[in-house]
């Protein structure tokens, strides 16, 4: 990392072709402070939600992720919680786009590389046709994150075009 | 140094007001846009809720939102065509206390991307009342999919007041 730069890109994604339906960012420095990612995404077909699976060295898969979730549809306002699961969500209620806009997904994650407290997400997406969500997501681990996988949680496959890119924030 | 997150431009306004905080000539070189709002109106309101406008494009069938929010101690959700603007974000009005603005931030990706903008807006007028703070979280839509050039931000009624301040950043992801 360049001295003196605070918000940097560290990698970048664009999805081509059409059995894309997985992003790995591996080999993530711990010299950052925090991490952001930005996710432009559209989805080949209706059925997929936007999980992530994080981890050290490899992205655990075992159930050791929860989610809770703020959503509002346009008419009320409502809660959701899952826990125990393989993967955050960083959409529930809604589902991703399959032409015209792509969904924005901010993904942020304080703190990632520490080896003392479990890893909290805080997650910020929404359709303006379908619904907007403020998600917190947790993972059970005092690993630092080193590696993120970002994927579609059922058989579907990111369109040509959808973006991922992770920033690290230093604070110093 | 990749110059990754850089201020494009900023507004800050000055004695006596002003009707518009406004962006031009956006260069198309970032990856995307995220606009910063500090902000008060001397409309006779608690939360007022400004317009927000693409490349001059003020035809509201273009731009929709759907929010969830929370207003002193009720949720709520709704959603609209923009009649004035897709994005419905609190800004603090002169019946709030006095010196309070609002936090707004506007998240903009692939600004200058072919298709319709999916955007991520949050804003909040914390009052200092009881009754009338108000959070708002939004997905926007602008369906114009030219690159974004123009931002402008204005009342229906009313002006930004002295020391309200917008600025625009470009974020670059090469």
Redesign the interface.
């Known amino acids: 990392m360049?001295?003196?730069?605070?918000?940097?890109?560290i990698a970048?994604t664009t999805v081509s072709g059409s059995s894309t339906n997985s992003i790995t960012f591996s080999s993530i420095s711990n010299g950052y402070t925090d991490l952001v990612l930005?996710c432009?995404v559209q989805n080949s077909a209706a059925g997929s939600a936007l999980g992530m699976q994080v981890g050290n060295g490899s992205v655990d898969t075992a159930s050791n992720y929860s989610v809770t979730e703020?959503?509002?549809?346009?008419?009320?306002?409502s809660s959701y919680r899952l826990s125990n699961i393989t993967y955050t969500l960083n959409t529930v209620n809604i589902a991703i786009p399959t032409t015209?806009?792509?969904?924005?997904f901010?993904i942020n994650c304080q703190n990632y590389s520490n080896t003392t407290t479990y890893k909290t997400f805080l997650t910020?997406?929404?359709?303006?046709?379908?619904?907007?969500e403020?998600i917190v997501n947790l993972w059970r681990s005092t690993s630092a994150i080193n590696v993120i996988t970002l994927l579609l949680t059922g058989a579907q496959y990111f369109n040509a075009?959808s973006?991922f890119?992770l920033?690290g924030i230093a604070a110093a | 140094m990749a110059n990754t997150y850089t201020l494009i431009a900023s507004n800050t306004v000055g004695s006596g007001g002003s009707a518009t905080m406004a962006f031009t000539s956006i260069p198309s070189t970032y990856t995307d846009l995220k606009i910063v709002i500090s902000a008060r109106t001397n409309a006779a309101e608690y939360r007022s809720v400004p317009v927000l406008y693409f490349n001059a494009d003020t035809t509201g069938a273009n731009y929709s939102y759907r929010l969830v929010y929370g207003i002193s101690s009720t949720a709520g959700s709704a959603s609209g065509t923009g009649t004035g603007g897709g994005f419905f974000f609190y800004v603090n009005g002169a019946s709030t206390t006095a010196s309070t603005f609002s936090n707004v931030e506007i998240y903009i990706p692939n600004y200058a991307g072919s298709t319709a903008k999916s955007i991520s807006n949050d804003g909040a007028a914390e009052t200092n009342d009881g009754t009338n703070n108000g959070l708002a979280l939004n997905a926007s839509l602008w369906s114009g999919t030219a690159a974004i050039t123009t931002a402008t931000i204005s009342f229906a009624a009313g002006l930004f007041v002295e020391y309200s301040t917008a600025y625009l950043y470009g974020i670059k992801n090469s």
């Open positions: 360049a001295a003196g730069s605070t918000y940097t890109k970048t930005i432009s703020l959503y509002g549809d346009g008419s009320s306002a015209s806009a792509f969904m924005p901010i910020r997406s929404g359709a303006a046709g379908q619904g907007v403020a075009g973006t890119t920033y």
